[in-house]
C-alpha cells in the first residue's frame, strides 16, 4: 500500500489507504505522541508507565516525544554552556575571547547587563542564572523544532507552562522576601494611597480581584505567548510542505506547488531561526520585568 | 493546465474545511494542542530544576567569575593607562617647566654677560681715552719741552752764528762808524729780545 503512494511522512499514509490527511499529517508533527521516529530505525515506541498520584492527581509520568526533546535540549543546553563557560574561564584576563564561547559569552553579558540589571535593579545578581538558564534552554527547545527528526517542546502548552510556572514562582517567592509579609500582601490586597475607611475597604474589595488576576495573568500570557508561537510557526511550514503531497497526485501543477512550497517554507525557516531566538528572548526579557517589577512594588 | 488549477482550489478549500473536524474525531486530536499533559509540565519541571541547577554550579558561577575577573583586569588596565597618562602629563609640565625655566636662566645669562661686556668695554674705552688723553698731554709737553729746547739752542746756535759772523766782520772792517753801529744796535736788539725771558 505504502508503495503505491508516495513516500508520506509517518504513519499517516498507512493508516488512510494511501489518500494523504493534511490535518493528520500537521497533528502528527505538532502534537505530543508516545513514538519518536529516528532516521533508518523508523518509529521508536516509548515506554508506557501507570500515572502516579501526585498531590491527588493522576499523573502519567510516561516519556513521550516532547519529553525526549525536552532531555535533549537540556543535555545540549548544558554541554554547550559548560564548553563555553570553560573556555572563557581558561582563556584568562589577558587574551581576548573569540569563537563559539565568545558568541555565548556575549549573550550572556547582553541578558545580564541589559535584562537582569536593567529591569531587576538592585540585587539583580542572584536571578542571573535563572534567566540565563530560562534563555537558553528555551532557545535550545525552539531550535530543536527547525532540526530534521526533532521537534518543539516549546510548542506544548504543558511545558510553556511549567516554565512560567517557574518565573511565576520566584516573582512571588522573591517578591515576598524583599517586600516583607506586610509588603507583599499590599501586592495582593490594594487600596490606593489617600483613601481612608470605608472607601479605602472598598477599594481593596474592587482592587483585590485585579491586583490577583493581574499576578495570575501575567505567566499565563507567558506560556501562551511561547506556545503559540513556536505552534504557528510549524503549523504553517507543515501545511506548506504538506501541500506538496496534499497535491502529489495533480499531473502538472504539483510541480508548481511543490516549488512554490519549497521557497515558502525555506524563508519561513530563516524567520522562524529568528522567532526561535525573539521568543526565548522575550521570556527571559519579561521573566526579569515581572520579578523586577514585584521587586519594586510598593 | 486552467483544470489543474481549479481542482488545486477545491482541493485547498477541502483541506482546510476538513483537515480540523477530521483529526479531531481521531483519538483527541486536535482538541490535544491545548490540553496541558501534566506529566510532561513534571517532566519540564524537573528538567529545568536540574539543569538550572547544574548549569548555576558549573557554568554560571565560573562564567560569571571569569567574566567579572576580565572586567576588573580591563578596568585596572583603563585605570592604569589613565594613572599613566596623568604622570606623563606631569612629567611633560614639569619638562616644560624645567625647559622654560633653562630657556629664562640663558635669557638672563646672556642679557648679565652682554652688560658685563658692555661695562668691560666701556671701562676699556674710558681706560683707552684716559691713556690716551694722557699720551697726548705727555706728547704735547714733550713737544713743548723740545721746541723750548729747540728755541735755545736755536738761539745759542743763533749767537754762535752771530759771534762768528761779527767776528768775521770783525776781522775784516772794524773800522768804520757804520760797522760799529751796526753791532751796537744788534747787541741791543738781542738784549731787547733778552729781556722776554730767552736767555733764561
Given at each position: 500500500m505504502r508503495g503505491a503512494s508516495l513516500p508520506l511522512p509517518g504513519a499517516t499514509a498507512q493508516e488512510h489507504g494511501g489518500e494523504f490527511d493534511l490535518g493528520e499529517m500537521l497533528a502528527h508533527h505538532i502534537l505530543n505522541s508516545n513514538t519518536y521516529e529516528l532516521p533508518l530505525i523508523g518509529a521508536v515506541r516509548l515506554p508506557q508507565w501507570d500515572p502516579v498520584a501526585i498531590a491527588g492527581l493522576q499523573v502519567d509520568l510516561s516519556p513521550t516525544k516532547h519529553v525526549v526533546l525536552l532531555l535533549l535540549a537540556a543535555v545540549i543546553t548544558f554541554v554547550t554552556i559548560l564548553g563555553a563557560s570553560r573556555t572563557v574561564a581558561a582563556q584568562g584576563v589577558d587574551r581576548a575571547p573569540k569563537g563559539l564561547a565568545n558568541a555565548i559569552e556575549a549573550i550572556v553579558v547582553f541578558l545580564r547587563d541589559d535584562l537582569c540589571k536593567e529591569y531587576?535593579?538592585?540585587?539583580?545578581q542572584r536571578f542571573v542564572p535563572l534567566i540565563l538558564t530560562l534563555f537558553f534552554f528555551i532557545l535550545a527547545m525552539n531550535l530543536l523544532g527547525l532540526v530534521p527528526w526533532g521537534g518543539s517542546a516549546t510548542g506544548n502548552l504543558a511545558v510553556t507552562a511549567a516554565l512560567a510556572l517557574v518565573t511565576f514562582v520566584v516573582t512571588e517567592v522573591a517578591g515576598f522576601f524583599k517586600l516583607g509579609p506586610k509588603g507583599y500582601l499590599k501586592t495582593i490586597f490594594f487600596a490606593p494611597p489617600g483613601t481612608e475607611g470605608a472607601v479605602k475597604y472598598l477599594m481593596m474589595a474592587l482592587m483585590t480581584p485585579v491586583e490577583i488576576l493581574g499576578k495570575i495573568v501575567k505567566p499565563f500570557a507567558l506560556a501562551m505567548r511561547l506556545f503559540a508561537n513556536m505552534t504557528a510557526g510549524h503549523l504553517l511550514i507543515f501545511s506548506l510542505l504538506g501541500f506538496i503531497f496534499f497535491f502529489?497526485?495533480?499531473?502538472?501543477g504539483r510541480w508548481f506547488i511543490a516549488g512554490g512550497s519549497y521557497i515558502f517554507v525555506s524563508a519561513i525557516l530563516v524567520l522562524e531561526l529568528l522567532i526561535a531566538m525573539i521568543q526565548a528572548y522575550i521570556f527571559a526579557l519579561l521573566s526579569a520585568v515581572f520579578i523586577g517589577l514585584m521587586q519594586h512594588e510598593h | 493546465m486552467t483544470s489543474a488549477f481549479f481542482e488545486t482550489g477545491t482541493r485547498l478549500s477541502a483541506a482546510v474545511a476538513g483537515a480540523l473536524p477530521s483529526t479531531a474525531a481521531e483519538e483527541g486530536g486536535w482538541s490535544r494542542?491545548?490540553?496541558?499533559?501534566w506529566g510532561l509540565s513534571v517532566w519540564t519541571l524537573l528538567t529545568f530544576g536540574t539543569l538550572l541547577a547544574l548549569l548555576a554550579r558549573y557554568a554560571w558561577k565560573p562564567l560569571m567569575a571569569a567574566l567579572d575577573a576580565r572586567e576588573r583586569s580591563i578596568q585596572s588596565d583603563i585605570d592604569e593607562a589613565g594613572r599613566q597618562r596623568d604622570k606623563a602629563e606631569a612629567l611633560l609640565a614639569e619638562h616644560r617647566e624645567q625647559m622654560a625655566e633653562g630657556r629664562r636662566r640663558a635669557q638672563a645669562l646672556i642679557a648679565e654677560s652682554r652688560e658685563a661686556a658692555e661695562e668691560l668695554r666701556r671701562q676699556l674705552e674710558e681706560k683707552a681715552r684716559e691713556e690716551s688723553r694722557t699720551i697726548i698731554a705727555n706728547a704735547r709737553r714733550e713737544i713743548e719741552r723740545e721746541r723750548d729746547a729747540a728755541i735755545v739752542q736755536l738761539r745759542r746756535e743763533a749767537v754762535e752764528v752771530a759771534m762768528a759772523a761779527a767776528s768775521r766782520l770783525l776781522e775784516e772792517r772794524i773800522d768804520g762808524e757804520r760797522d760799529r753801529r751796526l753791532v751796537m744796535d744788534y747787541i741791543d736788539e738781542l738784549s731787547v729780545s733778552g729781556e722776554g725771558g730767552a736767555w733764561q
Open positions: 531587576i535593579g538592585h540585587g539583580y502529489g497526485d495533480l499531473a502538472l | 494542542l491545548f490540553s496541558v499533559e
